[in-house]
Nanobody, 123 residues
Framework: QVLLVESGGGLVQPGGSLTVSCVVSGGIFSNYAMGWFRQAPGKEREFVVAISRSGITKYYGDSVKGRFTISRDNAKTTVYLQMNSLRPEDTGVYYC????????????????WGQGTQVTVSS
């Protein structure tokens, strides 16, 4: 069974930074493309960022380009989302997801999902 566990969420002021992590267990991490999605209250789940299995190709949602960075550490079976210049509209539950291929990573057709970590941007 593949298990994804997110951590690192919290409360941060506008303009601040935060890094959330997702540890994957129960599978071969290097076989998975990884993505981050978020869902704000009353809104649909939204694509944030994704990284291919090799780590070479990265995809970013338009609203986070230039502010967020995704990375992966295969040795630690962990994917990271570094968030800078945070805005109140970045508030939401951030979900980590894993996929067995590198296709259509902007869509939410992923094979495995974590439980999510709350990120709140507020003064």
């Amino acid at each position: 069974q593949v298990l994804l566990v997110e951590s690192g969420g919290g409360l941060v002021q506008p303009g601040g930074s935060l890094t959330v992590s997702c540890v994957v267990s129960g599978g071969i991490f290097s076989n998975y493309a990884m993505g981050w999605f978020r869902q704000a209250p009353g809104k649909e789940r939204e694509f944030v960022v994704a990284i291919s299995r090799s780590g070479i190709t990265k995809y970013y949602g338009d609203s986070v380009k230039g502010r967020f960075t995704i990375s992966r550490d295969n040795a630690k079976t962990t994917v990271y989302l570094q968030m800078n210049s945070l805005r109140p509209e970045d508030t939401g539950v951030y979900y980590c997801a894993a996929k067995n291929n590198d296709y259509r990573l902007r869509n939410d057709y992923y094979d495995y999902w974590g439980q999510g970590t709350q990120v709140t941007v507020s003064s």
